[in-house]
């Protein structure tokens, strides 16, 4: 479910790339898109059904989506021709998804609009946290037997961990629209063109936001 979930991310640069004409760009994320959403499609056909997760379980889920997700976010990456290396492209995504923020990107002023989406997209994936997002919007039917032992009562650490990721989630759309507006306004007064400066200004303010 989390690899789907970032396949649908990469919607959003593919659907940059149709709306700026960067059509090359636009098939980098359509192909990405694809290989990880078949990805995840093959993941949920195992129907893999523990009655109880195992904190190793737990564990080794964490550590194994954060692994998927940084191989899987570098192939359009891959594909721009910003990175010396596939080791480079690797180390983007992984310095997005763990809001490290440094970049080894070449030629950074002829970076597309798409990629520079992607890349803030990582941050905020990152910044956020995939699996208490997904949590938040319910992706996952957690029972009671689901939770490791010693947990204590899930019948109220479910309702606050959902709660939580609520309020994180909302809190950072607010922030980010807000300031990305505020931002947008400013560069445009500034001389730059009103998509360049609601492009910037969401870049800044995301980056910003996930400290990236």
């Not at 440094?102 to 002023?109: C, K, S």
């Not at 990305?180 to 303010?205: C, D, H, K, R």
Request: charged residues 10%; hydrophobic residues 55%; contains cysteine.
């Amino acid at each position: 479910i989390l690899v789907c979930f970032l396949a649908a991310v990469m919607l959003v640069p593919l659907i940059a790339a149709l709306c700026t004409r960067e059509f090359e760009i636009a098939t980098h994320y359509f192909l990405g898109a694809a290989i990880t959403f078949a990805f995840g499609v093959v993941l949920v056909c195992f129907k893999v059904r523990p009655a109880r997760l195992t904190r190793k379980q737990a564990i080794a889920t964490a550590v194994l989506a954060w692994l998927a997700f940084s191989a899987l976010s570098a192939i359009p990456l891959y594909l721009s021709g910003h990175y010396a290396s596939v080791l480079d492209v690797v180390f983007e995504s992984v310095s997005g998804l763990t809001n490290t923020g440094l970049t080894m990107v070449e030629d950074l002023e002829h970076l597309s609009y798409a990629d520079g989406i992607w890349r803030v997209a990582l941050h905020l994936i990152g910044g956020q946290g995939a699996i208490i997002v997904a949590l938040g919007f319910g992706m996952f039917n957690i029972r009671k037997r689901s939770l490791p032992y010693g947990m204590g009562d899930s019948e109220h650490i479910i309702p606050q961990v959902r709660n939580a990721a609520r309020f994180v989630g909302k809190t950072a759309l607010v922030v980010i629209a807000v300031a990305a507006l505020v931002l947008t306004v400013v560069f445009w007064f500034q001389g730059l063109e009103p998509a360049s400066a609601l492009y910037n200004g969401l870049v800044v303010t995301i980056s910003a936001y996930d400290t990236g």
